[in-house]
């Protein structure tokens, strides 16, 4: 088993920056990859980004591309998903998941999630 707890959404402005954080405990050693999802108020739960445990590779949604910077800390077993020039439609929860097997394409763990609402 995997947890992982979310910490640092909150309020910004337009144009401005978060970073959010994740960590993970339990059986860290089996994550495969790991990633970050988004549900807006009315809307479904969208992909954001992807890091690959080994190898760091990573992969971003063309809505945060540029914008956005997924990075990992192995020895701290957390994932960081720094937030730049943010928008309103970026207002949305955000969670964080891990994934334990190369043979599959969804995700095992999911975390509580954590609120960023962007003011314009």
């Known amino acids: 088993q995997v947890q992982t707890v979310e910490s640092g959404g909150g309020l910004v402005q337009a144009g401005g920056s978060l970073r959010l954080s994740c960590a993970a405990s339990?059986?860290?050693?089996?994550?495969?990859?790991m990633g970050w999802f988004r549900q807006a108020p009315g809307k479904e739960r969208e992909w954001v980004s992807t890091?690959?445990?080994?190898?760091?590779?990573?992969y971003y949604a063309d809505s945060v591309k540029g914008r956005f910077t997924i990075s990992r800390d192995n020895a701290k077993n957390t994932v960081y998903l720094q937030m730049n020039s943010l928008k309103p439609e970026d207002t949305a929860v955000y969670y964080c998941?891990?994934?334990?097997?190369?043979?599959?394409?969804?995700?095992?763990?999911w975390g509580q999630g954590t609120q960023v609402t962007v003011s314009s």
């Open positions: 890091i690959f445990w080994s190898g760091g590779s990573s």
């Open positions: 339990g059986r860290t050693v089996s994550i495969y990859r």
């Open positions: 998941a891990a994934c334990t097997s190369s043979e599959r394409a969804g995700w095992d763990y």
